[in-house]
């Protein structure tokens, strides 16, 4: 398992290191299998994982120019994956949360042409640069709170140079990092004002010039459409899911979300990756999903900001043998939040996922639905070494703990990235080392 | 407003200063005017106030010795106040998380011996200075996301030396800071297991032997008891509070939390401070309420941890006249998180409260909740100076940015606490500095 040389990095002292290690993806029984190795470390070996192991045998790998960082016995984890975000963007939508709050509904502001339509107003407004800008922070943000690997969708472009341009700003800061980012074109987010009343233009737009260009620009690996009332209907999102295929883009659909709106069988039709959502979803549905290769993946934060009651049957999905995921959904209307722990949250206390379900979601099964299981999503041998340091050493204590940042140190491609210095919450032999030093966070 | 001497300290550049000045306590339309002044600062001497007032004209009565801490265009808040917490414990309940989640219910674990009697066997184990030492991280916690004073109930004791080691602990908490604590008496929490057959017994125990002591020791300023069924009827709940009134202590009571109790009826009929909870709280009691002086402490971090959709109806509540204040209930059964943060947003967008009316009800209602509104609360001349900076610039982003702690910096007494540097999220006019710098939430 280990090479020749010694490790560069290795972190040590953690009462448990969930790896993840086995099945990829994981659905059914075995979506709760976390694998885990009890007073642990991990060695590391440029940006891969070279062993992950007890404490003793891992530190006796160590040569005097491997570098140590001691968790004073935090778990460990893989770094989550966020398999479904829109974090490029112009502007904020505030004002229509307060609308919301007021009573007003999110479909209504949608067709009156708020929500979807007032960011796209905005980011046409931007370049790439001041795209790249804006992303920063939010992605930022995400990584302290755990997140290694972003998904991230066009859709606020609507018009070929903006939805090129919000590519664009994808691909660079994927390249910027530390993160990373896998792009997704989604230039069926919604009608364009300008399309209002001509909706086969539009899809003739997104399927004879988008696409084209996107695929020549090798700027997506993967294509997304709203399949809802309001936006795109079956055979619409069909006719575009399957001219991205054509352009070498595997299919995604955002399904079921507010209404019964076909897209999970759509997906399974078409082969998406993944159908995401599904709050709505049929009996039908759900066997069809067992029985596919389609990852559903649970958006329970958007469930949450839409102050709705209706969430995912996240319980029944993986009873049934679907394989889930979970992300946070991050978008200036639907879901504002910047913290995929708060999804996590919510897909066990109102989904009904158990929290070794849950870790597995955002870790292996959200590589998965991104088709990097291979190199993402696990600790184990000759994966990339993306973890992060947590504040507990329990994976319950995570949600048993809930509202608050569990992340204290995030290490991506084996460099860390940030760290954060936090007494262990639920330690139990250690003596006080006083306060001051507890802020932070 | 000024006095003759400079100020010790001016935090400026903040594109608005909330001050709550005005009512103490807000009730009616009242509870939404926040007060505030726009690109601001705040002048302090020692540990008070000395003026908020334009930028300009606090910067201009700095001397060579005044400190100057620049917010960057930040919001600035009077310090949160959690009017309702049980921080002093020992032990942990996750295994009771996993139990409901797995569907058991809270009262049946409480009937069945666990719940509460656990938290007591393991605080009963611990000494005043084992006690301390377990708080102080999680007060830490509490305090890097906004709150600069805790209200502090015992009841994890239910035994005379228990209870009064419990109060002890919570003294030195609050001696030993950086925070305040407010300390309230508990011994009616609930019957403890010696006294499961004999609740005459028990009350006695509490009016005889552990209200004598609490005052002589001067302990506590409040008397609270949890009148609920499995805990303590109204009849019982009135003779201990009435009990503590004689030995000084201010009633608070836990009402209509999972059954109408008629706890808030009580309250009212008492002249409690409060009447925290309130989900099922039905016309008469809200009618009631409304025509008293007894704040309605509104607690929907808890139903959410609980798993229920109920929450108490704040809309309703603050229509109707009541004064409103929200808090976390942070303990380690019900409501086991250390983000009050988390009960605002729930505040807003389970229990319909404006943003304004949430921000009201953890300052200057919190404040009158725990009788120093005179004091605390708001940011005015002579008031001290507690105050939060966060990485927002309107109260309403606080809410729409859900899910994150939007507190960088915290100043307790005039002194700086904690600081943490956040790129503004939604700044408007700024260069981006990269983002190495905005990893530490």
Redesign the interface.
């Known amino acids: 398992m280990m090479s020749d040389k010694a490790p560069d990095l290795i972190v040590h002292n953690s009462s448990l290191v969930v790896t993840m290690a086995g099945s990829a993806p994981r659905r059914g029984a075995e979506q709760g299998e976390i694998a885990a190795v009890a007073d642990a470390a991990v060695a590391i070996t440029g940006d891969r994982i070279a062993e992950v192991g007890p404490e003793k045998r891992v530190l006796d790998s160590a040569d005097r120019h491997t570098r140590l960082i001691d968790v004073d016995g935090r778990m460990i984890l893989p770094g989550y994956i966020d398999a479904h975000t829109h974090p490029v963007y112009g502007g904020?939508?505030?004002d229509e949360?307060?609308a919301r709050?007021r009573g007003a509904d999110y479909e209504d502001i949608h067709a009156a042409g708020g929500g979807i339509q007032a960011t796209v107003r905005a980011t046409r407004e931007l370049s790439v640069s001041r795209l790249v800008?804006e992303a920063?922070?939010r992605?930022?943000?995400m990584?302290?709170?755990g997140v290694t690997t972003f998904e991230a969708k066009s859709g606020y472009g609507l018009d070929v140079p903006s939805e090129l341009r919000q590519l664009q700003a994808i691909r660079e800061l994927d390249q910027s990092g530390p993160w990373e980012l896998v792009p997704t074109f989604m230039g069926a987010h919604t009608l364009p004002d300008e399309f209002k009343d001509d909706r086969a233009g539009y899809i003739e737009l997104v399927v004879e010039k988008m696409l084209p260009q996107v695929e020549a620009l090798d700027l997506a690996d993967f294509c997304d459409v709203f399949c809802e009332r309001g936006a795109f209907d079956v055979d619409e999102s069909r006719e575009i899911l399957e001219a991205g295929k054509r352009h070498g883009l595997t299919p995604r659909v955002h399904a079921d979300e507010l209404s019964p709106s076909g897209g999970t069988k759509l997906g399974v039709e078409v082969g998406a990756r993944s159908v995401d959502h599904l709050p709505f979803i049929d009996d039908e549905s759900v066997e069809l999903l067992a029985d596919s290769d389609t990852t559903a993946i649970l958006l329970p934060?958007t469930t949450?900001?839409l102050?709705k009651?209706r969430y995912a049957p996240g319980r029944r999905l993986v009873d049934a043998g679907v394989i889930v995921a979970v992300a946070s959904d991050h978008n200036p209307g639907s879901s504002?939040?910047?913290?995929l722990?708060?999804a996590l949250e919510l897909a066990?206390?109102?989904c009904g996922l158990?929290?070794e379900e849950a870790l597995a979601a955002v870790t292996i099964n959200a590589a998965y639905a991104l088709e990097h299981q291979g190199r993402l999503g696990s600790l184990e041998p000759g994966k990339q070494a993306d973890l992060i340091i947590t504040d507990v050493t329990?994976p319950?204590?995570l949600?048993?703990?809930?509202?608050?940042?569990h992340i204290t140190g995030?290490i991506k491609r084996g460099k860390m990235?940030?760290r954060?210095r936090h007494?262990l919450?639920?330690r139990q032999h250690k003596e006080?080392r006083g306060?001051s030093h507890?802020?932070?966070?």
């Open positions: 904020d939508r505030t949360f307060i709050l800008e920063r922070p992605l930022a943000r990584m302290s709170n934060a949450f900001f102050m009651d504002h939040t910047l913290s722990e708060r066990v206390m109102r158990s929290v329990r319950e204590q949600i048993y703990g809930w509202g608050v940042n995030v990235i940030n954060r007494r919450q639920h006080s306060f507890l802020f932070g966070d």
